[in-house]
């Protein structure tokens, strides 16, 4: 019997493994493919500035993430005890502290956008191209880095399969198109291409996974 149960968890596991990962993974760097193809028709310029801007998002989204992993834990505890009220106020709680240490990080980035572009970009006309999309990160980076919290907090408490449907539409529903109507079919270029990033996929992003926590179905979903 105790041979069985344990089987069933590890299926189980591994099945929530392959949902959260292998699946999402792959359609993400898809996306990311397609994104810097869609750039690349942009000019070739606008694609290092683009890289950059990505490494940049990738170093100030990792303080999000751990806080979202301890959140995690936390939601994981809290859910494993029955207490779902305990649950809601730790993810509130890392979600006050993530909004204020993300908003004090993203200061520099619209401050002094030259200084911290400058370390990776020589070229000077590529960093006038990308100096208002760093201040535009700098900008977002709070209000994005909510949506990196919960898609934490939301594993935590289980309910990943939403989070992956969150995250793919968003990518290939206002991402993709998006960057390629406004970037090039309407010829802001990179503006256009990180506003939709920032204030669409991004923002939207954040919105939905706000409100998919809100519902609070995720007290109710069971892993075993």
């Known amino acids: 019997?105790?041979?069985?149960?344990?089987?069933?968890?590890?299926?189980?596991?591994?099945?929530?493994?392959?949902?959260?990962?292998?699946?999402?993974?792959?359609?993400?760097?898809?996306?990311?493919?397609?994104?810097?193809?869609?750039?690349?028709?942009?000019?070739?310029?606008?694609?290092?500035?683009?890289?950059?801007?990505?490494?940049?998002?990738?170093?100030?989204?990792?303080?999000?993430?751990?806080?979202?992993?301890?959140?995690?834990?936390?939601?994981?505890?809290?859910?494993?005890?029955?207490?779902?009220d305990a649950a809601d106020q730790w993810a509130w709680d890392v979600i006050k502290v993530s909004f204020l240490m993300l908003i004090v990080l993203g200061m520099p980035f619209w401050l002094f956008p030259d200084v911290i572009l400058g370390v990776f970009i020589k070229e000077e006309a590529v960093i006038e191209m990308a100096r208002l999309p760093c201040q535009i990160l700098g900008g977002f980076i709070a209000i994005n880095g909510i949506g990196y919290v919960?898609?934490?907090?939301?594993?935590?408490?289980?309910?990943?399969?939403?989070?992956?449907?969150?995250?793919?539409?968003?990518?290939?529903?206002?991402?993709?198109?998006?960057?390629?109507?406004?970037?090039?079919?309407?010829?802001?270029?990179?503006?256009?291409?990180w506003l939709v990033h920032q204030a669409g996929f991004r923002a939207v992003n954040s919105v939905i996974l706000t409100g998919l926590w809100r519902q609070r179905r995720w007290q109710s979903i069971e892993l075993w």
């Open 150 to 193: 919960f898609a934490s907090l939301l594993n935590g408490a289980g309910d990943v399969k939403r989070v992956m449907y969150v995250n793919l539409a968003t990518q290939y529903l206002i991402l993709l198109p998006g960057a390629y109507l406004f970037g090039v079919w309407a010829g802001f270029g990179l503006i256009g291409v």
């Open 1 to 84: 019997m105790f041979g069985k149960a344990r089987f069933s968890a590890i299926s189980r596991l591994y099945c929530v493994f392959f949902t959260q990962r292998a699946c999402s993974s792959f359609w993400t760097s898809l996306a990311l493919t397609l994104m810097f193809r869609i750039v690349a028709l942009i000019g070739t310029a606008e694609v290092a500035a683009y890289t950059v801007l990505i490494q940049l998002i990738s170093a100030v989204a990792m303080p999000a993430w751990g806080l979202g992993l301890a959140g995690a834990t936390l939601v994981g505890q809290a859910m494993g005890a029955k207490d779902v």
